[in-house]
């Protein structure tokens, strides 16, 4: 019988990374981790899966179609009399209990709530897991994503939105990318739609003015009249879709548009916002008023942030806001929370293209042991062993080969420094250190080793 061969592959959307990648992702990883740690943040992780129950109805209609939904079981199909016809109506109702998480943040408030009784609020939190969306594969965009998650919820002070973007200034100090952050607030976004007369159409207009950049101003207009708005909502919205100047300027002439209390609400949160974060000072990081900016995940109550790279063009790199009561939907009330979502995936991207990496980040081994068998093999273990123990990334050759080979693997690993160690050199207790860029060689004891390749 003949054996069918598979070509393997992987599914569209998700990737491999290499030894060198994964050295890059994490060096991104601790960056952030870091940062988070330096506020006071403690780290959790959830499954990957979650109960449909706690993940439907959080995300709006579109989140929700981009659910990866899972089978109960293998042979869950044939259990309900439906083989090959996961359409059937008994199958419908049953074939799914669970599904991968589609963002960090719901299945957070449906940790604090189920943990409420052993956290201390304010509760400080962060995550760096993978996420997964059943979206069309393109250009930075992927169906399986890593997300670094920090919120703070138990808390409405506006002190906490001011962190947030503090730590938005730190991570992108530290990575060295030019970023500009994005503000708006959900209030302003409901006075919004107060003001032109389609209060119940919020939803409608957040969700099709989110798609602004991608599919223009022209498109957005045409969908908002498909959702149900009037030709004349429309036409009222357009100063606001168009609007420029300073945040002082644009909140000025949004006072005298929106009527509402929520409306002028929603601009006082922001004009505090900025008044703190003029006031300390920020090294890196621009920030904007965006009232275009409406994120359009249904539980954002309140300030809302989006960051973009300014020397690459690629969607958000980091995302978040304010949600006053997501763990109501879970049975605890009144708990109030903001929270911000590095895209470590789209972070990554833009700083291969422009070349952010450090030498550092990519190094795997510093220091490799020729190997020359025997007695010699023995000794280079030893002293291979004594840097590890001080930190340093050693490896030895596993066999007694030809020098040759031995050489030629530490130029494909680009290792820096290769060590030999003869009879000679076991003699007299020394190491010989070759530098493989100079090629220089140096005769040294073995405490003088580090010293010399960590320059």
């Not at 506006?158 to 503090?166: A, F, G, K, M, S």
Request: charged share 25%; with cysteine.
């Amino acid at each position: 019988m003949a054996v069918t061969i598979t070509k393997p592959s992987i599914p569209k959307g998700t990737r491999d990374f290499s030894a060198i990648e994964m050295a890059r992702r994490n060096y991104i990883f601790d960056t952030i981790k870091g940062v988070f740690k330096r506020y006071g943040f403690s780290q959790i992780e959830t499954p990957a899966m979650e109960n449909l129950s706690t993940l439907l109805g959080k995300y709006g209609d579109e989140g929700d179609k981009l659910l990866f939904k899972i089978l109960n079981s293998g042979d869950f199909l044939m259990s309900v009399g439906a083989p090959l016809n996961a359409n059937s109506d008994k199958a419908s109702l049953q074939i799914c209990e669970k599904g991968l998480r589609y963002d960090l943040t719901v299945p957070f408030a449906r940790y604090v709530v189920q943990h409420q009784a052993e956290l201390t609020f304010p509760y400080k939190r962060f995550q760096i897991q993978p996420v997964w969306r059943a979206d069309r594969p393109q250009k930075g965009r992927y169906r399986e994503f890593y997300q670094c998650d920090v919120d703070i919820i138990g808390s409405d002070s506006l002190l906490n939105e001011v962190e947030l973007i503090q730590i938005v200034d730190d991570v992108y100090d530290a990575l060295g990318i030019n970023v500009v952050l994005k503000i708006n607030n959900r209030k302003i976004l409901a006075g919004i739609a107060e003001a032109i007369g389609a209060a119940e159409h919020m939803v409608d207009i957040t969700v099709a003015i989110d798609k602004l950049d991608k599919i223009g101003l022209d498109n957005v207009n045409a969908e908002l009249q498909e959702k149900g708005l009037s030709t004349e909502s429309v036409e009222k919205l357009q100063p606001i879709l168009k609007m420029t100047g300073s945040m002082e300027e644009k909140i000025q002439i949004m006072r005298s548009i929106l009527t509402s209390e929520v409306g002028q609400k929603g601009l006082d949160e922001v004009e505090t916002i900025f008044k703190y974060v003029y006031a300390i000072g920020l090294k890196t990081v621009k920030v904007e008023l965006d009232l275009t900016l409406a994120r359009g995940l249904n539980y954002y109550t309140g300030a809302i942030f989006e960051v973009k790279a300014l020397d690459v063009e690629i969607g958000s790199i980091t995302g978040g806001g304010r949600y006053d009561d997501l763990t109501g939907i879970f049975g605890l009330k009144g708990m109030s929370g903001v929270g911000i979502s590095f895209g470590a995936d789209r972070i990554y991207d833009v700083m291969t293209q422009l070349n952010l990496f450090p030498e550092s980040a990519m190094e795997q081994t510093r220091i490799l042991f020729a190997n020359f068998g025997g007695e010699d093999e023995m000794y280079s273990l030893k002293i291979a062993r004594d840097l590890r123990a001080k930190g340093i990334k050693t490896e030895i050759y596993p066999d007694a080969a030809k020098m040759k080979k031995q050489m030629q693997y530490a130029d494909k690993k680009q290792i820096p420094f290769v060590a030999l160690c003869g009879e000679t050199e076991r003699v007299t207790g020394k190491v010989t250190v070759k530098n493989m860029q100079t090629g220089e060689q140096l005769s040294l004891t073995p405490d003088e080793v580090v010293p010399t390749i960590s320059c």
